[in-house]
């Protein structure tokens, strides 16, 4: 079945930024998700790429798709201490049903 | 985007009782899922919620233990049945338009005794 993979942890330093990578393996994916959950809250949706674009930038996020290794990366510059949480990358499995297939999730520690 | 609305937020049960969690949404949605997040664990998709007909299970997942009701384009409820300790947990809805982005509720925290 179709499978999302993430890095488990990454640490920088404030100011720096951070570059956190996901591989996926559903060539049929239509859409690609990145969300943040903060301690004890719910999923954000912090940005979303279509399958047919290579880059997406919002603020400080920019997100990157390299459709033939089936790499999808969240780049946020300028990070800050709240930026510290899980970030989640999902895969809408099967087209567009809405099924989402998570990665384990990539938690950031920020450190001042 | 959609507003979304859990009910409750938290809840501590006794083994073997059940618990019916609600979704509410703000607007009409064609799409409503029920997803369960263990401790320290990513989601995973328990159910299609279907207006008006019988709830999609994915596998590893069943009726008898997530009776799931949507009856109508805003509204979905969850029942964890018979609950044991292992379905402590955080219960999320979420909802979406074909070909558009998924939203998400706060979330359900759940805690079996």
Redesign the interface.
């Known amino acids: 079945g179709e499978d999302v993979e993430q890095s488990l942890f990454l640490s920088v330093r404030e100011g720096d930024s951070s570059v956190i990578n996901c591989t996926y393996t559903d060539s049929s994916s ?2 690609l ?1 990145w ?1 943040k959950q903060e301690p004890g ?5 912090l940005t ?1 790429i279509f399958s047919n674009m290579d880059m997406k930038q919002d603020q400080r996020l920019t997100v990157l798709l390299n459709k033939k290794d089936k790499h999808l990366s969240l780049r946020i510059a300028d990070t800050q201490t709240g930026d510290s949480a899980i970030y ?1 990358c ?1 895969d ?1 499995a099967h087209g ?10 990539t938690t950031l520690q920020v450190k001042p | ?1 959609a507003v979304i609305s859990q009910k409750p937020s938290r809840d501590i049960c006794q083994r073997g009782t059940s618990l019916t969690i609600q979704c509410q949404v703000d607007s009409q949605v ?2 409503m ?1 029920w997803y369960r997040q263990q401790p320290g ?5 328990i159910a ?1 919620a279907n207006q008006g007909s019988e709830a999609t299970y994915e596998s590893g997942f069943v009726i008898d233990k997530f009776p799931i009701s949507r009856p109508n384009l805003t509204f979905s409820t969850l029942t964890v049945s018979n609950m044991s300790p292992e379905d402590s947990s ?1 219960y ?1 809805c ?1 909802v ?1 338009q ?2 558009d ?7 359900t925290r759940l805690t079996v005794l």
Do not use: D, E, V
């Open positions: 239509t859409y998700y969300y809250a719910g999923l954000q949706l979303y989640f999902a809408s567009n049903t809405g099924k989402l297939i998570f990665g384990q999730g | 985007s064609t799409m899922f664990q990513s989601l995973t998709l299609t955080i999320l979420s979406g074909p070909l982005t998924q939203y998400f509720g706060p979330g």
